[in-house]
């Protein structure tokens, strides 16, 4: 999808340069005062998703010109193309199909669409008699014992998708197994996590798309040591201690990994949108193969709102362009993400990955420098502790910084004097931050501006579809934002040149070993010296 559109070049845009100096002097609590309606007219449903933006440094006119900004570009025909399986991925030359694992027969007019459907369903079906099997107590080690211990080994979306999901969704794990995560190249990581297990009773879940990821594959050695340390398992990685979950079944076939343990997904899902796929073993483990259905169906639901609901009541498209208000047009250098539920606590990591690699770009579809900031940093933490720690800045610092409140409105795991204060806390400070406070006489240091945006965002409570919805919400948003940017979302190339230049300092052959600057050589001489 070749494109010669600028952002910069629409009339909406020069609409909002203009709305950005008016900006400067108005405030949120004026237009409350303006407008009885602010809230009904800022706010918009979907499911059981609840978002209140209406506490932000938008006027109706500043939205309606979003709006517009939205409708000048491609967005639509982008999304369209997105969702019948065309090639938007121009510069890898794929389709982006993640909502087809979770699509229902039909969605999507053609036969291709729903052969990607009957495909989906094919694949998962293995995850469904694997996770019953292991959660049953029927899946046995080489001893003869029941699996009691999952170790899902992969990195990125094979992950940061299903560590999240497990820790969100925890009210329904399943209570005789025990999930772990293990990505990081660090060997402090696995070792001391292998040193608590038994290796009769554990499983490795090797998740990756390839299977030829360095740090992956590193770590499954590690545990390959240890059951043959521990156990005398030669060639452990054929035996029942381990599955592999990949896009690439003659590299897991190579592996060792019998044909039998492995769940394969489609080399057209992306890593950052895989835990939808096979890759979410872990999760079905965790809490059920109904519960993982609940969870894409939830998605779904959500991928079903983008495509349907007009742009001023589309909840994706409504984060999307007030990211770009701040980000393009007020000079906001960040977000934040602030879950008031501390099942949550790795929402803002996994959002890191899925915003900050898709649109992290300087290069537009059609090759050109991008004359624009594009994607903002995200950052965050669970609230009640980001009061004790950075909501200093954000109260009284002078950097803009737009938050993102999240809860869920109803918790069964706590009880109502718990919930209701954790709530509390999270509408005063929404609260707070917009109204601010005059400094007492003679004391400026209790000043606050104010004047500071911020969405709340209510899910009724975290169920696995309300969850899906979630995650299937911020995917979207992501997409909004590079279809407006004018920038290809789904890419990577930003990692690639660290990656190359490891594998060339490292290099056991001099040939093939990279020339070192001054400052690397002299790094690797002192850490030398320590050994």
């Given amino acids: 999808m070749t494109t010669t559109y600028s952002p910069t070049s629409t009339a909406a845009w020069a609409q909002l340069e203009q709305q950005a100096i008016h900006a400067k002097h108005e405030t949120i609590s004026d237009y409350f005062a303006q407008d009885n309606n602010r809230v009904s007219q800022l706010s918009v449903q979907s499911g059981e998703l609840f978002l209140d933006f209406s506490k932000n440094l938008i006027s109706q006119k500043t939205w309606q010109a979003l709006l517009a900004l939205a409708a000048e570009s491609p967005l639509n025909a982008h999304r369209a193309a997105m969702f019948s399986g065309d090639v938007i991925n121009n510069t890898e030359s794929r389709a982006v199909l993640h909502a087809a694992l979770r699509a229902e027969s039909g969605d999507q007019p053609g036969s291709e669409a729903d052969q990607r459907v009957a495909l989906v369903k094919q694949q998962l079906e293995g995850v469904k008699q694997v996770s019953d099997k292991i959660r049953s107590g029927n899946w046995l080690g080489s001893t003869g014992k029941a699996i009691t211990d999952v170790i899902n080994i992969g990195i990125g979306g094979s992950d940061l998708g299903p560590k999240l999901a497990c820790s969100a969704l925890q009210e329904f794990a399943h209570p005789d197994i025990n999930l772990h995560f293990i990505s990081n190249v660090d060997g402090a990581e696995i070792l001391s996590l292998l040193k608590m297990l038994n290796p009769e009773t554990t499983l490795i879940a090797l998740a990756s798309k390839t299977f030829t990821t360095q740090e992956t594959l590193l770590n499954a ?60 073993l872990s999760i079905a483990i965790a809490i059920g193969y109904d519960k ?11 991928d ?9 009541k589309n909840m994706p498209v409504v984060l999307a362009l007030l990211g770009i208000w701040y980000n393009n047009f007020l000079g906001a250098q960040s977000t934040a993400v602030i879950p008031y539920c501390e099942r949550l606590l790795l929402l803002p990591s996994y959002l890191q990955q899925l915003d900050m690699e898709s649109n992290g770009k300087s290069v537009t579809r059609d090759g050109q420098s991008v004359g624009y900031d594009t994607g903002a940093i995200l950052w965050g933490q669970t609230g009640t502790n980001g009061q004790h720690a950075f909501f200093q800045l954000l109260h009284q610092g002078t950097r803009l910084v737009p938050i993102d409140f999240i809860a869920a409105a109803v918790d069964h795991l706590s009880n109502d004097e718990h919930h209701r204060v954790l709530l509390g806390n999270m509408l ?20 606050y501006a104010g004047n500071k945006p911020s969405n709340v965002l209510l899910l009724k409570t975290l169920s696995a579809k309300n969850f899906g919805a979630l995650i299937a919400l911020y995917e979207h948003k992501v997409f909004v934002q590079g279809s407006i940017w004018n920038i290809n979302s789904f890419d990577q190339w930003g990692v690639e040149l660290g990656k190359k230049m490891a594998n060339a300092l490292l290099a056991d052959d001099a040939d093939n070993k990279a020339p070192m600057d001054a400052s690397t050589a002299a790094l690797f001489a002192y850490i030398d010296a320590c050994d």
């Fill in 221 to 280: 050695k590690t545990a390959r040591d240890w059951f043959a340390n521990t156990l005398g398992l030669k060639n452990a990685q054929s035996s029942r201690h381990f599955v592999g979950l990949t896009a690439n079944r003659e590299n897991a076939l190579a592996y060792g990994i019998p044909d039998a343990q492995i769940l394969e997904f489609a080399e057209w899902v992306g890593g950052r949108y895989s835990l939808w796929s096979s890759i979410g």
């Fill in 292 to 302: 993982f259905k609940d969870m894409l169906a939830g998605a779904r639901e959500m």
């Fill in 304 to 312: 079903l709102h983008f495509q349907e609901a007009p742009a001023e």
């Fill in 428 to 447: 005063a400070q929404s609260s707070a931050l917009m109204f601010g406070q005059s400094a007492p006489d003679e004391e400026p240091h209790r000043y």
